[in-house]
């Protein structure tokens, strides 16, 4: 029988907190990546802007600029700041589960 | 008493500062000039730094109406370029350099001067205009594309520092 702190461990991170593996993000960890960031409920817009980085980087391997966000994403660019004001691209990666985006816009 | 120096002694492994703000200064009209500032207040606002941004002299031509959407490299005068001056001051030049640059930035998703300086705004940098330089220039806030705050004084500009990382390029 499995012990059932096993399955509530919590994933591995790096220094920063970003997810080792995407793979092993589910919703409830990316509401306590949120929480341990200053986002104390994920509203449906902040749900939009995870799951566009989310999708986009599992689809192409990058995550995308910060204007493909503020373009692509349904969420306009002032928006996005108010939503994640410590850092759009950076926190909706995170909170997502996939790497640190590394592009300078 | 050995407790009490060892307590004495500077931590040396205590984390630096983290930068919360930076202020700056674009000086320079020229499409190399502009755009390493632009891709700086962006990047700190990227990672929650506040991010202030005063434009001087040429550098005023990011935010000029009319004038933003015509930013060009230099061809001339600038050995970054690798050709001979007397080719890169052949009419048209300018321009193919320009759109090669552009183009190539296009890939990366740099967005052109004038929609760069329109992200920056929506991304809660600030942006300021120059006093001297546009009292220099016979101009007033009209010129100016909308998203420009203020134009100030260069000690208003220090106060508006305070407590930032003033950056001029």
Known sequence: M???EMTTLPPETDV???????????ERIAADIAHVNGIDALTDRHWLVVRFMRDTFLRTGAAPSIRALGKESGVPVKELYELFPKGPAK???????IPKPRGCI | MTATLHE?????DAAPEPITKVCIVISKGSLEGIYPGLIMANGARMEGIEAD????????????????????VATVGNPGMHMPTFLGSI???????????SRQMEKLDIPPV???????????GKLYGCKATVEMFGLSLDDFVPQVDEIITVGEFYEKSAGAQIIFT
Not at chain 1, 91 to 97: E, N, S
Not at chain 2, 8 to 12: A, D, G, M, N, S
Request: hydrophobic share 45%; aromatic share 10%.
């Open chain 1, 2 to 4: 499995t012990a059932p």
């Open chain 1, 16 to 26: 920063e907190g970003f997810l080792l593996d995407p793979q092993q993000w589910n």
């Open chain 1, 91 to 97: 926190l909706a990666a995170k909170i997502g589960g």
């Open chain 2, 8 to 12: 004495l002694t500077p931590r040396v």
């Open chain 2, 53 to 72: 941004v005063f434009f001087t002299f040429f550098g005023l031509d990011a935010i000029r109406k009319g004038r933003n959407t015509k930013i060009k």
């Open chain 2, 91 to 101: 009419p048209g030049m300018s321009a193919l350099a320009t759109k090669m640059m």
């Open chain 2, 114 to 124: 004038a929609e760069f300086v329109e992200l920056i705004s929506d991304s809660g």
